[in-house]
């Protein structure tokens, strides 16, 4: 079992849709959780990170985190053709020296 | 002005060959990172230097290794190359000591194909 699943997808959905997209985990002892997006053919870029449960809002965009329950979301509101991209979801655990874990991705198509 | 580069951005060659990637950084990062990529996107971290010393360095074959001559610069060679090491490489970098909550930078990647 891998240490982070998510659903590789992909999803399409029109433009103007919320998106959801969710990974979970099976390390109790990662405490930061980010999302990244990547777009074809570039690296990733950092969109969101926080390291409590609850919800994290910037933008169009919330993050949320279920310790308990191992889960993580991203949640797009109105969605735009612009989000068309990969998102992955990252996790770590503190130390001075923490590797990133990441989801595999989901793609995302966001149709006009 | 770009803030992680990396050259080439398509390498294609043949099993057995010997080859390099370079990774450049502009924003004054103290950490370096090398990530492989497969064909199904799974990013996975393979090395990581902090001011030219190595702090991560995961399970790869011994024929990987990479070489940073400044703080600046971290370079992968890569020696005997197989078939399943096609994948993008992604070089990135960090502000501080590669510690949690650190937003990691990536380059545009590198496109490996053996033949």
């Known amino acids: 079992q891998k240490e982070v699943e998510q659903d590789p997808g992909p999803l399409s959905v029109p433009e103007g849709a919320i998106v959801s997209l969710n990974c979970t985990y099976s390390?109790?002892?990662?405490?930061?959780f980010m999302w990244y997006r990547q777009y074809s053919r570039k690296g990733p870029e950092l969109l969101m990170y926080?390291?409590?449960?609850g919800n994290k809002e910037d933008g169009r965009f919330t993050a949320q985190v279920d310790k308990s329950s191992k889960y993580i979301s991203l949640f797009i509101r109105d969605s735009q053709p612009s989000d068309s991209a990969t998102y992955l979801c990252?996790?770590?655990?503190?130390?001075?020296?923490?590797?990133?874990?990441f989801g595999s991705g989901t793609r995302l198509s966001i149709r006009p | 002005d770009t803030a992680v580069s990396q050259t080439p951005k398509y390498l294609v060659t043949q099993m057995g060959n010997d080859k390099s990637i370079k990774c450049e950084q502009n924003l004054g990062h103290d950490t370096m990172y090398w990530y492989k990529q497969d064909s199904k996107k799974f990013l996975k971290i393979m090395f990581s230097?902090?001011?030219?010393?190595?702090?991560i360095n995961e399970t790869v074959p011994n024929r990987f290794s990479p070489k940073s001559p400044d703080k600046a610069h971290l370079n992968l060679h890569i020696n005997s190359l197989e078939l399943g090491d096609s994948a993008v490489y992604f070089c990135?970098?960090?502000?501080?000591?590669?510690?949690?909550?650190?937003?990691?930078?990536f380059g545009p990647g590198t496109r490996l194909l053996v033949l």
């Open positions: 926080t390291y409590s449960s």
């Open positions: 390390n109790s002892a990662f405490q930061y």
């Open positions: 990135a970098s960090s502000q501080g000591s590669g510690g949690a909550g650190e937003t990691q930078y």
């Open positions: 230097y902090n001011n030219k010393e190595l702090i």
């Open positions: 990252a996790m770590t655990w503190y130390s001075s020296a923490s590797k990133i874990i």
